[in-house]
């Protein structure tokens, strides 16, 4: 007996251990077969106390973040009317039904099409896709598969109960991103910036860049974060005569040919559809509560949805602040340090304008500064804004106002539980090479940690990219790869993510880098809800 039990007892490890390598062959054929779009991916946490990298695992790790936005490639050689339309391009709903249920999800089969109308064979398009109703100021983005054989899954989580409906836009066909791609990392020159020098009584202006823009040049490298910034050695100047930056010019760098894949008609396009509105009906079962928002929470996809015009996070029991009372109890004698661009001094903005006891801090400055300061002298805290460091595209302003990230959170002391840190950066460097962007980020990524090991209890808060890119050289699929990166870059830190990107995306307000009011709330509610999170 004991010998029957003993073979039986093995037969079953056996069938077990065999059932487990096919399940594990099978998910990798799948993966395989399918894949998704970079902005799926899910990296596996690391620890943020790590010690210091070495040389060759940064290297390592740069190579493994620059292969995460891979994109496919276009055949060569492929005209206009052979790139992928808006026009004919069409989808369908697969399995549709008379009615869903909240928490249903539906997909959708995108079939790209040429300017002839005939079935494209390989992949690369860039589109977006989000499940919204106008009516009840509700919306949500889908997830999108490019199978790269001419066809595209478009999948959405059904999470509002009442009617919805499917919109799908072509941001830019395969081809035409196989040239912004090139160009980007190609060509820098294609936006410059002007310097402003002053030396015993004279002044003149140069251009400069994140590369060298000429053969005599004055370079410009941070002792701390070792990056670099160039501008043309102006005669007769000391390169210590650099005084002041600005905006320079923007160039067109596309041929006639090239110009046709761009052209307004073809960027960001509505696809057309016959797809009737969908009923949804709530939810038949309840769902488990979401627990309270604090930084280090995985973010799920989609990470929330709009309804009645609220943004309702997926993430965390995200709060309303309703009132600006709701806001001063949440931040009294708290310090908000926000480090970023236009986009994060919307928010800075908000608050003031929001809350009647948050003053400005007059600073005497004639143009646009580097820093903005507020106080609440009634409930005891403060809410900085600073510009991040060059690349930056804004008005004239002095090169002392210009401070590096890093730099900034390596001089933050340590043990302040009242200590709040907003950070992002992105949008100024979607034109120049990938590389450049991967130094930034991953030094600002490091600061972080070294902040985050003597100050534990110090709340740090990324933002994500807006969507909306629409100047020139801007795009929202070169912002996508940075922002594909950055959430990489940060994944596994004890860090809280607002996600501007889906946000955004999925409003029923048109799209703009700089969103209006109701969209700003949100955000501004979803930060307020990781630093008072009950």
Not at 36 to 54: A, E, I, T
Not at 101 to 123: E, L, M, Q, S, W
Request: include cysteine; proline fraction near 6%; hydrophobic fraction near 35%.
């Amino acid at each position: 007996m004991e010998i029957i039990m003993t073979s039986r007892k093995n037969f079953h490890r056996t069938l077990c251990l065999w059932l487990l390598i096919i399940l594990i062959i099978t998910g990798i054929i799948f993966q395989l077969l399918t894949i998704r779009s970079p902005g799926q991916w899910h990296p596996p946490p690391v620890s943020y106390l790590s010690s210091k990298m070495s040389p060759n695992s940064d290297q390592e790790e740069i190579q493994r973040l620059i292969k995460l936005i891979d994109w496919p490639e276009v055949p060569s050689g492929v005209d206009f009317m052979s790139s992928t339309s808006p026009k004919t391009t069409f989808y369908v709903l697969l399995h549709p039904k008379e009615v869903y249920n909240v928490g249903d999800r539906i997909t959708v089969v995108i079939f790209a099409r040429d300017h002839y109308g005939r079935p494209k064979t390989y992949g690369g398009d860039y589109f977006q896709v989000k499940l919204h109703s106008p009516k009840l100021k509700a919306g949500v983005t889908g997830a999108v598969t490019d199978h790269r054989n001419g066809r595209y899954s478009a999948t959405f989580l059904l999470l509002w109960p009442g009617d919805a409906e499917v919109h799908i836009s072509l941001v830019h066909s395969s081809e035409a991103i196989s040239i912004i791609g090139r160009k980007r990392d190609s060509r820098p020159d294609k936006v410059d910036f002007n310097g402003y020098y002053s030396h015993n009584g004279s002044s003149a202006t140069v251009k400069c860049n994140v590369q060298p823009p000429g053969p005599d040049m004055c370079t410009y490298r941070d002792v701390q974060s070792r990056e670099e910034w160039f501008c043309n050695r102006p005669k007769g100047f000391p390169c210590s005569a650099y005084q002041e930056h600005s905006a320079g010019g923007s160039y067109p760098i596309l041929n006639a040919t090239e110009q046709q894949f761009l052209q307004k008609s073809v960027t960001d396009q509505t696809i057309s559809s016959t797809l009737r509105k969908i009923t949804i009906l709530p939810q038949t079962s309840s769902t488990g509560d979401k627990s309270v928002c604090r930084p280090g929470l995985p973010i799920p996809d989609p990470s929330g949805y709009y309804y009645q015009d609220v943004w309702q996070s997926r993430v965390c029991r995200n709060r309303r602040f309703t009132s600006p009372s709701n806001v001063t109890a949440c931040l009294k004698g708290k310090v908000v340090y926000m480090f970023g661009d236009s986009t994060l001094h919307q928010w800075w903005f908000y608050l003031v304008k929001f809350i009647p006891s948050l003053q400005k801090v007059d600073r005497n400055v004639s143009y646009d500064p580097g820093v903005l300061l507020a106080s609440d002298t009634d409930h005891g805290y403060l809410v900085q804004w600073r510009v991040h460091q060059r690349p930056l595209t804004m008005l004239r302003m002095r090169l002392q106002e210009l401070h590096y990230i890093a730099n900034e959170l390596d001089n933050i002391g340590g043990g302040d539980n009242d200590l709040v840190i907003v950070i992002n950066c992105m949008a100024h460097f979607a034109s120049f090479p990938v590389k450049f962007y991967l130094q930034r980020i991953r030094n600002i990524r490091n600061a972080v940690v070294r902040l985050l090991k003597r100050s534990p209890q110090t709340k740090v808060i990324i933002k994500s990219g807006n969507t909306g890119f629409l100047y020139e050289h801007g795009s929202d699929w070169l912002s996508f790869q940075l922002d594909t990166l950055m959430r990489a870059v940060f994944s596994g830190l004890p860090v809280a993510l607002i996600d501007a990107w889906q946000m955004t995306s999925c409003h029923y307000l048109p799209k703009d880098i700089h969103p209006q009011k109701i969209i700003i709330k949100n955000m501004v509610d979803s930060m307020l809800s990781y630093i008072c999170p009950e």
